[in-house]
C-alpha cells in the first residue's frame, strides 16, 4: 500500500494520526485485506479499501524452485516489472532478496539485470509490498537488497524501506544492503543511518582496470575510494562489510586475483563471499577447484572467506539471473 497516500487519505477523512500506524501493523502483521483490520472501525475499512489500494504491485507469475527457492514476478501499476525471491534454509532462515529499481541502469556485464531495459527506481512502498507479499504467507526473517537494481542509486526509498521492515519480522542486522560501491549513496547510508543495518560490496576484481572491464561503473567511482567510505562505516558501526566476489573462469579467479584482493583488503574490516556465477551468458563458472583454490589464498592472508550456496538456479532466480525481457548476449572478456 502506498503510504504517503495513506497518510493523506486518513487526514482527509479526518482521522486521528495513530490510525495510519495502526493499519501499518496490522499490514507488517501480515493482515491480507483492510477487512483483517478488526480494530478499526467497520466505515474506515469500506473508505480505505475504496480510497487506498491493498497492494499496488500485481502478481503475474510465481515460480518455486525444487530447493524450495520461490521467485515471483510482479507488475508496478504503471507496468514495470519488478521480480523478489525468497530462499528458504533448513535451519529456519527465511531470506527475501529485495529488489530496488526496475531494471537496472547500471552494465556490470555479467548480471542479466544489466542488459535489460532500465524502468525506474521502486517507491519505499513498493519495496515494502514486495517483503509484505511474502510476508502474508509465512514468517520471513532476513532480507538482502540483492535483486533487480542498485540500492544507492534510489537510496531514499532503500533507506526508508529498510528502516521499516523490522516491523515485519527482520531486524536491522538481519538486513543487508548491497552496491557496486556508488558513492554518493553509500556516503549517505554512512552518515545517515545510525541503525546496525549491513553492507555488501560487489567488488569482483581488485586491480583496476580488470574490475573496469567487468564493472564499468568503476571507471566513476574508484575501488580506493569505495573501500575507504567502507572502513569508515566499519569504524562507524563496528561490523565487517561483506565483499561479494563472482567466481568468472579464466577471467578474475587466479590466484594472482586472489593475492590482489587480499592485499587491498583489511581482514579486520572485511568477510568474502565467493560466489559461484550463475549462468547469463558471456562467462563460464569457475571449477570447484578453482574456487577452492582461490579461497586457499584468501584463508593464508587471514581474509575470512566463505562460498556462496546457490539457490534457486532452476529457476533463475539464483543471484544476478533476474531479468525480464529478453536479453543480449554480451561477449566474453578474457583476462
Ligand atoms: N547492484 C547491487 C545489488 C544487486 S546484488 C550490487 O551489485 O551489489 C546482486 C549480486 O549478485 C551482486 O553481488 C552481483 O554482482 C551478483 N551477480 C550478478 N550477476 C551474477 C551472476 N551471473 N552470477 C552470480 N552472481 C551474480
Excluded at 150 to 159: G, I, Q, R, T
Excluded at 185 to 190: C, E, I, N
Excluded at 199 to 218: F, G, K, Q, W
Amino acid at each position: 500500500m502506498d503510504l504517503v497516500l495513506l497518510e493523506g487519505t486518513l487526514a482527509d477523512l479526518g482521522e486521528p494520526s495513530y490510525r495510519a500506524l495502526q493499519v501499518w501493523e496490522w499490514t507488517a502483521r501480515g493482515a491480507g485485506s483492510y477487512d483483517d483490520m478488526t480494530s478499526l472501525p467497520k466505515h474506515l475499512r469500506t473508505a480505505l479499501a475504496d480510497a487506498v489500494p491493498f497492494s499496488t504491485l500485481e502478481v503475474v507469475t510465481e515460480r518455486e524452485s525444487r530447493d524450495g527457492t520461490l521467485k515471483t514476478l510482479f507488475r508496478t501499476h504503471d507496468g514495470h516489472p519488478v521480480e523478489t525471491v525468497l530462499m528458504r534454509y533448513r535451519d529456519g532462515r527465511r531470506s527475501l532478496c529485495l529488489s530496488s529499481q526496475s531494471g537496472c541502469p547500471l552494465t556490470c556485464t555479467f548480471c542479466a539485470t544489466g542488459a535489460m531495459q532500465f524502468g525506474r527506481n521502486l517507491t519505499a512502498s513498493e519495496i515494502l509490498e514486495q517483503a509484505l507479499h511474502f510476508r502474508r504467507r509465512e514468517a520471513v526473517n532476513h532480507a538482502v537488497y540483492m535483486g533487480m537494481g542498485e540500492p544507492f542509486l534510489n537510496v531514499d526509498a532503500v533507506l526508508a524501506s529498510a528502516l521499516r521492515l523490522r516491523d515485519i519480522g527482520i531486524t536491522h542486522r538481519r538486513t543487508t544492503i548491497s552496491t557496486v560501491g556508488w558513492l554518493p549513496g553509500l556516503r549517505r547510508f554512512v552518515d545517515e543511518v545510525e541503525k546496525p543495518i549491513r553492507l555488501a560490496l560487489s567488488i569482483h576484481a581488485a586491480d583496476p582496470e580488470l574490475r573496469s572491464e567487468l564493472m564499468p561503473v568503476n571507471d566513476r567511482y574508484p575501488l580506493d575510494d569505495v573501500l575507504a567510505e567502507c572502513r569508515r562505516y566499519v569504524e562507524l558501526r563496528r561490523r565487517k562489510v561483506f565483499v561479494e566476489y563472482v567466481m568468472l573462469a579464466g577471467v578474475n579467479d587466479g590466484p594472482q586475483h586472489a593475492r590482489a584482493l587480499a592485499a587491498s583488503l583489511d581482514p579486520k574490516a572485511f568477510k568474502v563471499n565467493l560466489i559461484p556465477y550463475n549462468p547469463t551468458g558471456g562467462f563460464d563458472a569457475s571449477s570447484r577447484s578453482a574456487i577452492e583454490a582461490f579461497k586457499a589464498v584468501l584463508d593464508r592472508a587471514r581474509i575470512p572467506a566463505t562460498v556462496r550456496l546457490t539457490r534457486g538456479r532452476d529457476i533463475e532466480a539464483a543471484c544476478g539471473q533476474l531479468a525480464t525481457a529478453p536479453r543480449t548476449r554480451r561477449s566474453a572478456i578474457r583476462g
